[in-house]
C-alpha cells in the first residue's frame, strides 16, 4: 500500500509559478499512475493532471493546459506539479493520487491518496 505526502504549497501572487511535490513511499512507485486533483472552497474535487507509470503519457484538465505540467521521477519516487501564471481561481487545496493501473481523470479511479498542500493565490 503506498503512502503520499504532498508539500511545497503556499501563498503566491497572480503570475507567479509554484512546483508542488509529492513523495511516495510503501508501495512500488514506477508501477503507479500518478494525479493531482484541487479542491476549492464549496466546490467538488476536480482533475487537474496525471501521469502514466513511465513519464511518458501525460494528461491535463482542459482549462489547464500550457501552465501546469505534471512530471515524475521514479528513482526518487516523487511526482511534481509545476504550475505557472497562476491565478486567483487556482486558489485550492491539491492532492496527489495514485492508481495501479492506467491513467484515469476520475477521481473515483484513485484508490491512494494524500493529505493535501494549500495553495493560495492573491491578486
Known amino acids: 500500500q503506498v503512502q503520499l505526502v504532498e508539500s511545497g504549497g503556499g501563498l503566491v501572487q497572480a503570475g507567479d509559478s509554484l512546483r508542488l511535490s509529492c513523495a511516495a513511499s510503501g508501495g512500488t512507485f514506477s508501477t503507479y499512475a500518478m494525479g493531482w486533483f484541487r479542491q476549492a472552497p464549496g466546490k467538488e474535487r476536480e482533475f487537474v493532471a496525471v501521469?502514466?507509470?513511465?513519464?511518458?503519457?501525460?494528461h491535463y484538465a482542459d482549462s489547464l493546459k500550457g501552465r501546469f505540467t505534471i512530471s515524475r521521477d521514479n528513482a526518487n519516487n516523487t511526482v511534481y506539479l509545476q504550475m505557472n501564471s497562476l491565478k486567483p481561481e487556482d486558489t485550492a487545496v491539491y492532492y496527489c493520487?495514485?492508481?495501479?493501473?492506467?491513467?484515469?481523470?476520475?477521481?473515483?479511479?484513485?484508490?491512494?491518496w494524500g493529505q493535501g498542500t494549500q495553495v493560495t493565490v492573491s491578486s
Open positions: 493520487a495514485a492508481r495501479r493501473t492506467a491513467v484515469s481523470t476520475y477521481r473515483e479511479a484513485f484508490g491512494y
Open positions: 501521469i502514466n507509470w513511465s513519464g511518458v503519457s501525460t
